[in-house]
């Protein structure tokens, strides 16, 4: 049940973003192909942070610790743009218009994903 909270949340973050920032965008033809798009794009967002992101983390603390974590806002700005080439390799209408399209569109999504976890349990088990 977590992980499928875990993925609307992500999926909801993906809408937001493609509402604020320019440059990402979504191009389903009805709203189901949309929903379709953005639930398979937070699974590859997903998938994507979960292999990835934790390897670079390793590589890169030297980077890390020199820029404070700034370096940080870049390496998330790569992982969107892989998952934008992921998700045009799988033909899906998920696009990102170059990097700062990325930059700006990961922070989005990171402080949305936040707000919304904050909100919402990432179970309905309480105990």
Aim: include cysteine; charged fraction near 10%.
């Amino acid at each position: 049940m977590g992980f499928l909270i875990r993925l609307a949340i992500t999926a909801v973050a993906l809408w937001v973003t493609t509402l604020i920032v320019p440059g990402v965008e979504v191009t389903g033809h009805n709203g189901f192909n949309t929903v379709f798009t953005l639930v398979v794009v937070a699974l590859i967002f997903g998938a994507v942070n979960a292999l990835l992101k934790p390897v670079i983390k390793v590589i890169g603390c030297v980077f890390y610790l020199l820029t404070l974590g700034l370096f940080a806002l870049v390496v998330n700005a790569l992982l969107f743009l892989l998952t934008d080439w992921i998700a045009r390799g799988l033909d899906l209408s998920f696009h990102v218009n170059g990097f700062w399209a990325a930059f700006w569109g990961a922070i989005v999504m990171a402080v949305v994903s936040w707000l919304i976890s904050v909100v919402v349990p990432d179970s309905l088990d309480e105990r």
